[in-house]
Nanobody, 117 residues
């Protein structure tokens, strides 16, 4: 059974940092492109950051502030968020998408990140 479980969300003030993590089980970690998305009520889910092999890609709104990384040994993907802004407030979701079979596409349950003074 595939599971993606996110950890580390919470309430922070503008300008602060937060790191969220996602632990994967039931998949061969290296066979998946790993991504973080975020969503607010009434809005579409948007891609925040993606890591594929050693290559990373970021939404323009978070570039130079967020860093995605992964640990094969722990089957964990991280999102380090610096200089947080109120507009970064959202539910953050972990995604794993198989390189070879696009039908194998998995989501975590989400973790709330709130940036507020």
């Amino acid at each position: 059974q595939v599971q993606l479980v996110e950890f580390g969300g919470g309430l922070v003030q503008p300008g602060e940092s937060l790191t969220i993590s996602c632990v994967a089980s039931g998949i061969t970690f290296g066979q998946y492109r790993l991504s973080w998305y975020r969503q607010n009520p009434g809005k579409e889910r948007e891609m925040v950051a993606t890591i594929s092999g050693a290559a990373t890609n970021y939404a323009q709104s978070v570039k130079d502030r967020f860093t995605i990384s992964k640990d094969y040994a722990k089957s964990t993907v991280y999102l380090q968020m610096n200089s947080l802004k109120t507009e970064d407030t959202a539910v953050y979701y972990c995604n794993a998408h198989n390189y070879i079979n696009p039908n194998l596409n998995y989501w975590g349950q989400g973790t709330q990140v709130t940036v507020s003074a």
